[in-house]
């Protein structure tokens, strides 16, 4: 499939390609992943200045997108980064700004930070033990975000609140300046914005399975917030994490599928190398059918990929159907695509040494933030039921 994209954008993901290509090569993400930060700080700045941030953000703080569909050029960038296997925050930092966006003009200088690579923001909102249930509301009306068995509180204390739990699976968590928290409040959900080193905030980092993506665990004690870093409550609240999951989970969706299309490429030029009692690899008819099912399933994580975004930047109210199709079905397709590129390439596709293993990471990861496939199917159930 290939994307109706207009001249400016082609050259916003090409531009994303080679600047990856310069600055964050194979060899440099293998060594990132052996030293104690993920991604540089200075990098991700000259990145922010690509306009990797902006898409979302007013242009009275620096922002705007190139055509009018915000998630549609972030997803390129997307893409690009899931080839590369990149570090950097992207797809947490978008989150944030979706959220803020709805905010009070009084989060205009931590918006405008985080747009340009001054600040790194990261969306706190998962729970130990709990998945994707404190994103969104289930048919049944338990869950989402706010709800009565949330462990993460937010106790009027004066003007602001008092703010006690953990969050964990929180990306770029021990690298970032201030965090999206989203907490249940007396009436409902509560969404502040928590600097890092507030306080009673401790920040541990945790292993995932990508060299370069990593996640902490937050833990708030009793943590003072004044009413002016209170973005959302209640309904508000509600509906920007309602775009935040679908920011997030249309940029992962994006990088899986950039991940998957590099391991097909490197596949497809495998085979054609490899010979074997004289013949290519590429010249069997059994490694051609697997080989044309695998592109067949990527193309069409591409197009539900695109067409989520689409969704989003057409009418973000009917979206929620649309996202949670893509994210179910590249989560359920990609690692099954990856892990047959691993077995076409024989022995030397399980050594540490082939990359073939940094782009199954990338989609392994992807498959479990902001909802398995499995819980967006049974999201899907719930807007059917709902709409029934």
Known sequence: MTLDLTADQRLFQQTAREFLAETVPVATVRALGEAETGFDRDWWRSATELGWTAMLVAEEHGGGSISGRPLTELSLVAGELGRACAPGPFVTTNAVLAGLASAGAGFGDTISGIAAGELVASWAVYEPGRGMEVMYPGADGHGGPGSADSRVRAVPEGDGYLLSGIKDR???????????????????PVQMVVPADTAGVTVTPTWTLDLVRRTARIEFDRVAVPAGAVAHTGAEAAAAVRAQLHTAAVLTAAEVVGATDMAVEATLGWLADRFTF??????????????ADNKTWLEACRATAA?????CDD??????????????????????????????HGGIGVTWEHDLHLYLRRIGLGRALYGTPEEHRRRITDLLVAAA
């Open 307 to 311: 067409a989520a975004a689409a969704a």
């Open 278 to 291: 004289g013949r290519p690899l590429a010249s069997y008819q059994a490694l051609k059918h697997r080989m």
């Open 170 to 188: 929180v990306e770029s968590g021990d690298q970032a300046d201030v965090f999206l928290v989203t907490a249940q409040g007396p009436d409902g």
């Open 315 to 344: 009418d973000p109210a009917t979206a929620d159907e649309a996202v949670s199709v893509a994210k179910s079905y590249v989560g359920a397709k990609a690692p099954v695509i990856g892990q047959d590129c691993v077995q076409l």
